[in-house]
């Protein structure tokens, strides 16, 4: 059974730093890519950053780059988003996503915040 459990949102200042993580389990998590999206109510899901495993290349949304880095811990089974400096416009419910061949698996989200 593939699970993937977000934790790590909150309520931070602008200016302020978080760690988004999001366990998994149920699938051989070095040879998937994983991905982090972000949702704000009336829209939809966003890409912040992905990570490839075929050439270990991460991909970043603009308004992220240089701000959030993407990271994994395959002993712990572990993606991570490390945000700095955040931005009220980083507001959102952040969830963290696989594709396992034709079928797409997402976390339940965490909620993070920035605001003063």
């Known amino acids: 059974q593939v699970q993937l459990v977000e934790s790590g949102g909150g309520l931070v200042q602008p200016g302020g730093s978080l760690r988004l993580s999001c366990a998994v389990s149920?699938?051989?998590?070095?040879?998937?890519?994983m991905t982090w999206y972000r949702q704000v109510p009336g829209r939809e899901r966003d890409v912040v950053a992905m990570?490839?495993?075929?050439?270990?290349?991460?991909y970043y949304e603009d308004s992220v780059k240089g701000r959030f880095t993407l990271s994994r811990d395959n002993a712990k089974n572990t993606v991570y988003l490390r945000m700095n400096n955040l931005k009220p416009e980083d507001t959102a419910v952040y969830y963290c996503?696989?594709?396992?061949?034709?079928?797409?698996?997402w976390g339940q989200g965490t909620q993070v915040t920035v605001s003063s």
């Open positions: 149920g699938f051989l998590f070095s040879h998937y890519a």
């Open positions: 990570l490839r495993t075929s050439d270990n290349v991460t």
């Open positions: 996503n696989v594709h396992l061949g034709v079928s797409e698996y």
